[in-house]
């Protein structure tokens, strides 16, 4: 740039701002601009000097950097240059999804179908798996377990209820830096005019040292050396206090089922939803350690939960032999065969069930069916994807042989083919955030847990990303690299295109696709079959028409007013005392001795308590002997026990047979009679041993018969006697027949979430069918109406469009006949009682699975054998 | 005749293209700065320039270089007659205007 005028040390705007100038300012405009911003220096050097020519310079040129500045005249554009490049992608990308709408709504539909229930089934697996971790150091916190190990060192069972002498051994124990005991309690909580039924826990105030439930207000400590306190959450003060509460808390007492009064010493902060200890209000255990020493110190009384902290360097197994042999010693009775076992806390709300003293089930098990149901939906909604993207994809081969010749590069058009892909990809991810948000409190209301969309967790997010950009990349990938690859000659000539891109790797997928929705069908049509078995199946207990009542304090000590009173409606037709429902035992008693017991035998038994009534009620069935009389006084030194004990126990001629309970009294108990095996406990379990005895005094529930058809009648009368006797007493109760239900809650919830996931699976994979049958369909318009012109019917045209991908799908149901055989194989083990897998499962999924696959063929293929010859071969 | 909305820089740049002769980028910055007594930037004056171009109240043209631009040419702009009949439209406009106030006249009439 020599300006013949100016010598050169004549000052000069700075190079780089000139030269920047250049760069980005469009070839016509640049001498007006230029020009001026030079003129305009020259005089500003004059009259201000030349830094700060200099620097208005520079920012000027700064203040011409936008849009107007790059403009060309229209003439002037052309394709090559960055900007020429992206518009022209963006121009090609929106007429390609305008061109092919139907395409890729169906391939979005499907993407967003799948994404969205696979991630609320990842968000609520998330959940789950984030229960009780959030407690600090919650590795190191174990909970007690006891083992029951026949003589020949075989664990036949594993329970988790605890002696409270337990947790005063460990308390002061080497390596066990703390402990705590725990027992879920119902109680009736009052305070002036209000009362509540409360879901609390007694336990040592250690609670709130171990586990991370933050005090609002008052102190652990101060409470310890007190024990006539009570720790309640915010809620419960809320709700007795008032707006006050914060102020009025600490010191109120409060009177509790009556009885004992408390005093307040702190408020708790609300226990988060994902914490397996749910409790508003915490009792001081020692109280109750106090008040029954006997109780404190046996180790027979198992009641509770213990949980330790055990120090990271020490091995839970050490602590374990240490304990066993004390144990041993003061169980007072000379049965072993109990052993204790530390699990660890943060795993035990997924892990639940023992095989051998061994981890073996629980939550975790729909945790993992349900992460490999979203893996499925996923994988299905993205090989549609591939595929019709792919199918698609060949319809351009001409497009990008044209470009190619215009000059456009590989990398011009791999990133044409991935920015539509992302385009896409992304679209259908916000639309499923968006879906997922909005379901998010549905799918809280199905499953029971109160799970938060984490807007704020930046993992979540990058998550999201990643697999928005692996989707592009892998559903993209192909398009982009074949496409490019091609030569634009024999493109053009018409030469080297087949039919498809590459048919094996497509049909492969198909048939990887009907395998996974086969396999969902199967095992959804399994699941509910089991369900079935479970809610219909007879336990050899008459459970219908039962009411179940917890029974308070107040009542327990005069519960005879509120049967008589009860018995006078005639919609009721027994009242009882139970200390279970018969429906869940729950109590495990061991160390049973009576004559001619082998000296290497230990049995254990289910233990129920309850009153005569209770085999008219619910329909059982004695083989031998009789059960219980009221009119005979010495029953209540009598037992009954049924077929599955008296065969453990190896008992000939039980009746008037004596059995001595274990425990320091050395009670006495005579066999009156066997009964027939009826199930107490969830069907996931064979029939155990049980033991009833007659003591109406040691009972905690009410049953109440009504009288068939006056149900309603029956509740009505209830509440109003109920209320006659105790009007401060807030009425519960339910019917046997849904606790029993609350059993197989999981199950019933699995049920029903494992037939939507198949049906979205099914719907997916036929939309990812409808998309492909279709593009064949325009694929072969020539061939078909060429067949027509030729004399070719309907039917063989049909027969022609759909043949290959029935095979296709035939074999995908063959392949998945046997994987969903193993799993489902897997799944039923959980269940003592299990319907099987019936071979009319694998024909229905295979006849549905074929069914729908035909319809959604013949949709296409009909229209297209339809078609009058002359529009398809006037084309071109 | 609805006048053209024209801001208040606007119409200022509208009324130095008419005063000045050949007026281009820099001469009507200066122009800018001698008679209002404020500084304008030349990428501003470009702008509102383009602008009233846009709205047909000016035309330009390409005029010749001179040795101060390193040899580069201007684009000369030129008062359109539309664009004097909208600064007259809005001068009568104001006028009225003026005339409403009773201070005003009091003071000069």
Known sequence: ????????????????????????????????????????????????????????????????????????SRQNK??????????????????????????????????????????????????????????????????????????????????????????????????????????????????????????????????????????LIGNVDNAISNHQTIFVSQTLAQKLLGDKWADQAVGTTIRIDDGDDLTIAGVFAEIPGNSSLQFDFVINI?????????????????????????????DPKSIEDLINPIYEKSAGYGVGGDEVMFFPFAKNYLWTQFEQGVASGGRIQYVRIFSGAALFLILIACINFINLSTAQSARRAKEVAIRKTAG???????????????????AALVISLLLTFLLLPELGHLTGAEIAFPATDPIFWLAILALGITLTCVAGFYPAFVLAKYLPSKVLKGTAISSSTNPLLRKALVVF????????????ITVQNQLNLIQFENLGLDRSNVLLIDMPEPVRQQFPVLRDKLLQNSGISAV??????????????????????????????????TEAQFKDVFGIKMTEGRFFDDRIPTDTAGLVMNETALAQMGLENPIGKLMTEPGKEKRVFRILGIMED?????????????????????????????????????????????????????????????????????????GKLAYIFACI???????????????????????????????????????????????????????????????????????????????????????????????????????????????????? | MVPERLGNLEETILLIVMIEDDAYGVSVAKAYDARIGKSISIPAVHTVLKRLEKKGLLTSSMGEATAERGGRGKRIFEATRYGYNVISEIRKQRIRLWEMIPQLNLKNG
């Open chain 1, 286 to 314: 020692e109280m109750i350690a106090e008040q029954r020493p006997e109780w404190a110190q046996h180790w027979g009384y198992k009641g509770s939960t213990v949980f330790a902290k055990i120090n990271q360097s020490v």
């Open chain 1, 408 to 426: 456009a590069d590989r990398i011009t058009l791999i990133f044409q083919f991935l920015f539509e892909t992302g385009l896409l990809v992304f």
């Open chain 1, 678 to 750: 009826f199930n107490f406990k969830s069907l996931h379990q064979d029939i155990e041993p049980l033991i009833i005895k007659y003591v109406p005094h040691r009972t905690s529930d009410i049953l109440i018969k009504t009288a068939p058809g006056e149900t309603l009648a029956a509740i009505a009368q209830l509440t109003k006697s109920w209320r006659e006797i105790y009007p401060d007493l807030p009425l519960d109760y339910e019917f046997l027949d849904d606790s029993y239900k609350a059993l197989y809650e999981r199950e019933m919830i699995v």
């Open chain 1, 513 to 524: 696709q009907f395998t996974l929705s086969a396999i969902l069908i199967i095992s959804t």
């Open chain 1, 576 to 609: 009882l005392r139970c200390s279970d429902p018969p429906t869940n035992v729950d109590w495990i008693n061991v160390g049973y001795d009576w004559e001619g017991r082998p000296e290497d035998q230990s049995n254990y038994f289910y233990m129920l308590n």
């Open chain 1, 78 to 215: 052309n394709m090559s240059g960055m900007m020429g490049l992206s518009k022209n992608v963006l121009k090609v990308t929106l007429r390609n999804f305008t061109r092919n709408s139907r395409f890729n709504l169906i391939n979005g539909f499907g993407l967003i179908l799948g994404l969205t229930c696979s991630l609320l089934i990842l968000l609520w697996v998330h959940f789950e798996r984030s229960v009780d971790n959030f407690h600090p150091e919650s590795e190191q916190i174990y909970r007690a377990y006891f083992n029951g190990v026949s003589e020949a060192g075989e664990v036949t069972f594993t329970q988790g209820a605890s002696p409270f002498a337990l947790y005063t051994l460990l308390h002061d124990f080497d390596g066990v830096s703390n402990a705590v005991v725990y027992a879920s309690e119902e109680r009736l909580i009052n305070y002036g005019e209000v009362t509540y039924r409360s879901e609390g826990a007694m336990a040592s105030s250690s609670l709130f040292e171990v586990f991370d439930f933050p005090m």
């Open chain 1, 1 to 72: 740039m020599a300006k013949p005028s100016r010598s050169h040390d004549n000052p000069q705007p700075p190079q780089w701002a000139d030269r920047f100038l250049e760069w980005y300012c469009a070839d016509e405009l640049l001498p007006e601009i230029q020009g001026d911003l030079h003129e305009a220096f020259l005089d500003r050097l004059e009259d201000q000097g030349l830094l700060m020519a200099r620097l208005l310079f520079i920012k000027e040129v700064l203040l011409f950097f936008r849009p107007s500045s790059f403009e060309r």
């Open chain 1, 761 to 876: 699976a099914i719907l997916i994979s036929c939309l990812g069918l409808f998309g492909l049958i279709s593009f064949v369909a325009l694929q072969k318009t020539k061939e078909i109406g060429i067949r027509k012109v030729l004399g070719a019917s309907v039917r063989s045209i049909i027969g022609l469009l759909s043949r290959d991908f029935i095979k296709l799908i035939t074999i995908s149901v063959l392949i998945a006949a046997p994987l969903s055989y193993i799993l489902m194989a897997q799944w039923l083990r959980n269940f003592a009682f299990s319907a099987g897998v019936q071979w009319w499962v694998y024909v229905l999924a295979g006849v549905i699975a074929i069914c729908l696959a035909l319809v959604t063929i013949s949709v296409e293929s009909l229209k297209a054998a339809m078609a009058s010859p002359v529009d398809s071969l006037n084309s071109d």
